[in-house]
């Protein structure tokens, strides 16, 4: 399988960020990590290893960056104000530096998918949310679609609009909302299992209808708690099946 590491200063987050690709061709996975770990975590939990027969296939490119997390939401030290600012400057980062470099890699009309899982999961679906016109679909799995789950009571303007539950239900523009309701990949997945929120996908899916957004609803058993061989088992099981 092909592997390549980049890095570069980020101008958004005033620290340097490394990126990590596997494969040739194919649509391009942006994937967000599950909490405070970094741009190779996926590698570490074998879903390289499970994606390999569509990454050799050509059918996809996977991207991979660190989080902020432990800068951020995540950071017990850190006053809520500035954990919202950093989050906000993620979110530059990933837009203004992160997709400009995919499009370099890849093309100008190669679709993006973002992914991730629990906390990464929210991420991956604010981001294509709040820019429909950059990033094309989002695979979320397990995740909680409301920022306050992270912030211990704290409440902003940045974190109603980083929490797509919350700011869905409120956009009637008429830029990004058709954008969403023109049929994209959009993939809401969780387990039943240990430490897993279906209702929280549930929830999302209702606001997600409620505003015309086509999308699939996926929700799997019992058995499937909220680890590691839950999203080896659905990752590379939608990108087979749906892409």
Avoid: C
Avoid at 62 to 87: A, G, T
Avoid at 122 to 148: E, T
Avoid at 163 to 186: E, F, K, M, T, W
Wanted: glycine share 6%; net charge negative.
């Amino acid at each position: 399988m092909h592997r390549e590491i980049h890095q570069w200063y980020s101008p958004s987050l005033n620290k340097n960020m490394e990126i990590g690709i596997w494969g040739h061709y194919g649509f391009s996975l942006l994937m967000l990590p599950t909490a405070a770990a970094d741009y190779l975590e996926y590698e570490r939990f074998q879903m390289m290893d499970v994606l390999a027969d569509h990454i050799n296939a050509g059918k996809v490119k996977v991207f991979s960056i660190n989080s902020i997390n432990s800068e951020s939401w995540l950071n017990r030290h850190m006053h809520p104000r500035h954990k919202s600012i950093r989050h906000t400057q993620f979110n530059s980062y990933v837009y203004n530096e992160v997709i400009p470099f995919i499009k370099g890699k890849t093309s100008a009309d190669t679709p993006i998918i973002t992914t991730g899982a629990s906390l990464g999961a929210l991420h991956s679906a604010n981001l294509f949310f709040k820019r429909p016109d950059l990033i094309d679909g989002v695979i979320a799995m397990s995740g909680v679609y409301d920022l306050q789950t992270y912030t211990n009571g704290y409440y902003d303007e940045d974190v109603y609009f980083n929490s797509p539950i919350a700011y869905l239900p409120n956009l009637n523009d008429d830029y990004h909302l058709p954008r969403l309701q023109r049929g994209r990949p959009i993939h809401i997945m969780a387990g039943s299992g240990d430490y897993e929120s279906p209702d929280a996908s549930r929830r999302f899916s209702e606001v997600l209808h409620s505003k015309g957004i086509p999308h699939d609803l996926d929700i799997w058993g019992h058995d499937m708690r909220h680890d590691w061989p839950t999203w080896r088992a659905m990752l590379p099981y939608v990108i087979g099946a749906k892409f």
